[in-house]
C-alpha cells in the first residue's frame, strides 16, 4: 500500500509534472495549506479538495505542462460564485512545474511536512499500521531492537531503525512525535514508556503517548511506574488501552483501524 508520495516519486521518474500546493488560506476552505496535487497530462495524484476550484487549477496546471502558460507566484482563488462553490473563503496556489532531478529534494520536502509518528514494535499489529499510516497524513520512524523484522520496501513516509536497546531511540524522537509503543515484549514496552515519561518531564514534546494492551496490563505497569516516581498527572499522558473504543476485533488489521483514527483526532 503506497502513498501518494510514492505514486508521485514513482511517476515522476518518466513525465514531468505540475505541483500545485496550498500555501495559505482564508475563512471557509475544503483543505488547509500545505495539501498538494500532482497534475499530469492524463491524471491527478493527491487532491486539493475537489469541485470547480480543483477542476480550474488541473486545467491551468496542464497549460503548464503544454507550455501555453505562465502562472508565477502565489495565485488567489476566491470560493464564490465565479467558481461555483459557496465555501465563502479563499484558497491561495502556487505552480510548479517538477520532473525526475526533482524527486530527492521533494520526497524530503513532502514528508517533512506530514506529522511524525514513532511506532515501536515491528510485529504483526505494527506491520500493519505502518501501511495504514503510509496512506495518511503521517511520517512514520518505525523502531525495533531485532534485526530483520522490517519489510525490504517501504513507502516513503516510513524510516526504520534498529535500536538495542530500543529505549534508547527514544532521546532522538523528532519533536512533537507520536509515539505508539507494541514490542515483542512488556520489558521492553515498559523501558518504553519509562523513556517517554522521562522525556515528558524534561522537553513536553510528546503529544501521543500509546501502548498496546489490556487495562490489566496497564494497571500492572502503572503499579511499577508509580513506583519508580511517576506521578499520577503524568501516567495520565499515556493511553492503554489505544485505539477508539467500540472496536473490538483483534485482527491486526482491525487494530490498526482503530488506532489510527485514534491519531487523527489527535491531531485536533
Known sequence: MNGAVDQLLARLRTEDAVLVRVESTQGSAP??????MAVWAD???ATIGGGQL??????????????????????????????????GGVM?????????????ALQK?????LEPVALFGGGHVGAA???????????????DSRD?????????????????????????????SRVLIMSFSHAEDLDIVIACLKRLRARDDLPYIGLIGSKTKWATFRHRL???????????????????????????????????????????
Open 31 to 36: 483543505r488547509e495549506a500545505g495539501t498538494w
Open 43 to 45: 491524471g491527478l495524484t
Open 54 to 87: 480543483e477542476f480550474q487549477a488541473t486545467q491551468e496546471a496542464r497549460e503548464i505542462l503544454a507550455g501555453t502558460r505562465t502562472l508565477d507566484g502565489v495565485q488567489r482563488y476566491p470560493l464564490g460564485p465565479s467558481l461555483g462553490q459557496c465555501c
Open 92 to 104: 491561495f496556489l502556487t505552480y510548479r512545474r517538477i520532473g525526475a532531478a526533482d524527486a530527492p
Open 109 to 113: 520536502e513532502l514528508v517533512a511536512q
Open 129 to 143: 499500521l505502518a501501511r495504514l499510516l503510509a496512506v495518511l497524513p503521517f511520517s512514520v520512524r518505525w523502531i
Open 148 to 176: 530483520g523484522v522490517f519489510p525490504d520496501a517501504l513507502p516513503a513516509q516510513i524510516d526504520t531503525e534498529h535500536s538495542e536497546p530500543v529505549q534508547d531511540a527514544v532521546a532522538a524522537l523528532a519533536p512533537g
Open 226 to 268: 508509580e513506583a519508580r516516581g511517576f506521578t499520577a498527572d503524568e501516567l495520565a499522558r499515556v493511553t492503554c488501552p489505544i485505539g477508539v473504543p467500540g472496536i473490538t476485533g483483534k485482527e491486526p488489521e482491525v487494530i490498526a483501524v482503530a488506532v489510527a483514527a485514534q491519531l487523527l483526532q489527535s491531531l485536533g
